[in-house]
């Protein structure tokens, strides 16, 4: 059987990698962002993961489109390079509310569907930085422990209902966020430079590696995994900072 599958923030970057793959595979992917999706094989529902309201019209065109969702993947996500002090209320309000309050209204839009189908899987993209805390990034790296936790407990609650939910957390991937940061350092190449060889893989991540991930979690292979959260990193947070720098 063909699998319906939704996908949020897939114009570009990570999700777009995972939609293409996906499209790729044969799936029925519906696209949810802001920004319009230009994939064939794709329909695109102009989409605020803020609003509850839109994450129900995601659902239901997926539904009406497709005849059901049997794939759930919580792509969008957004990024403020602040410290806590230096962080405004509207710019916390803005991370949490995208990052963790979309992710709550598309599961709560997709659950009561999959129950009723007797199957599902949900895989929301986390990153590393739930486990690991960047600097300058306190309400991000907030925002994706809380990711992380509501995976765990979807995984838990809804377990015997046949749905399955999954985190994949990616480390540094050459997106156009990776890049912005890059441009933003004194020497960005230097920046650049210095960043790949922290990875013992010696790269920095690609979208499609990512996407690998994410269409197994997808896939009926993964059918007894849940509740996991799969590092894609590259290695970059296994190792001891402090021997790595002494080694470097």
């Not at 799936?27 to 994450?55: F, I, K, Q």
């Not at 794939?71 to 957004?78: K, S």
């Not at 410290?83 to 509207?90: L, N, S, V, Y």
């Not at 990875?199 to 499609?208: A, E, K, L, W």
């Amino acid at each position: 059987m063909t699998a319906s599958v939704v996908i949020t923030g897939a114009s570009s970057g990570i999700g777009k990698a995972i939609a293409e793959r996906l499209v790729a595979d044969g799936a029925l992917v519906t696209a949810g962002s802001r920004s319009p999706v230009e994939l064939a094989g794709a329909t695109w529902v102009a989409t605020d993961v803020r609003s509850p309201t839109d994450c129900e019209a995601l659902v239901t065109t997926a539904i009406e489109t497709h005849g059901r969702v049997d794939v759930l993947i919580n792509n969008a996500g957004v990024q403020v390079e602040r410290t806590i002090d230096q962080t405004t209320d509207d710019e916390f309000d803005l991370v949490m509310d995208v990052n963790v309050r979309g992710v709550f209204n598309c599961c709560r839009a997709v659950i009561p569907h999959m129950r009723t189908h007797g199957s599902g899987s949900i895989i929301n993209i986390g990153s590393v930085a739930g486990n690991v805390a960047d600097h300058g990034l306190a309400v991000y790296n907030a925002s994706k422990g809380a990711v992380h936790a509501l995976t765990r407990s979807i995984a838990t609650d809804h377990g015997r209902d046949g749905i399955r939910c999954n985190a994949v957390s990616p480390g540094w991937i050459l997106t156009d966020m990776a890049d912005a940061a890059f441009a933003a350092a004194e020497d960005p190449e230097a920046a650049r430079a210095e960043a790949t060889q922290a990875h013992p893989v010696g790269r920095m991540g690609r979208p499609s590696d990512v996407a690998n991930l994410v269409a197994w979690l997808a896939s009926d292979q993964a059918d007894f995994v849940s509740g996991s959260l799969f590092t894609v990193d590259g290695g970059l947070t296994a190792q001891n900072p402090i021997g790595s720098a002494s080694h470097g």
